[in-house]
């Protein structure tokens, strides 16, 4: 299974940025988007099941980013508005055969694109 991340790039305070997600390979039940700050532990943003039944946020996100899926394409979003400094970070897309999002253990990452909010 290989993640493809992408759509990252700099946007000011207050703008927004889609980040997308390519799955290839095996299909897993339950994916998610992580991100890690300079200097900080990585930090759970966003899951969505497949179907898209299930979803959840972090409480710092919600309201402002959406997560979606795109299963014709295979395809996993992350709509974020409203974009803060603190939501700066290198984010990172994961796959998982449970749903258990906020849980270590995601068996597949994608390599994770950087976003970066500007003053």
């Known amino acids: 299974v290989q993640l493809q991340a992408s759509g990252g790039g700099l946007v000011q305070a207050g703008g927004s940025l889609k980040l997308s997600c390519v799955a290839s390979?095996?299909?897993?039940?339950?994916y998610a988007w992580f991100r890690q700050a300079p200097g900080m532990e990585r930090e759970f943003v966003a899951a969505?099941?497949?179907?898209?039944?299930?979803?959840d946020y972090a409480d710092s996100v919600k309201g402002r980013f959406i997560i979606f899926r795109d299963n014709r394409q295979n395809t996993l979003h992350l709509q974020m508005n409203s974009l803060k400094r603190e939501d700066t970070g290198v984010y990172y897309c994961?796959?998982?055969?449970?749903?258990?999002?906020?849980?270590?253990?995601?068996?597949?990452w994608g390599q994770g694109t950087l976003v970066t909010v500007s003053s």
């Open positions: 390979g095996r299909t897993f039940g339950n």
């Open positions: 994961a796959a998982r055969a449970e749903w258990a999002p906020r849980r270590n253990g995601y068996d597949y």
């Open positions: 969505s099941s497949w179907r898209g039944d299930k979803k």
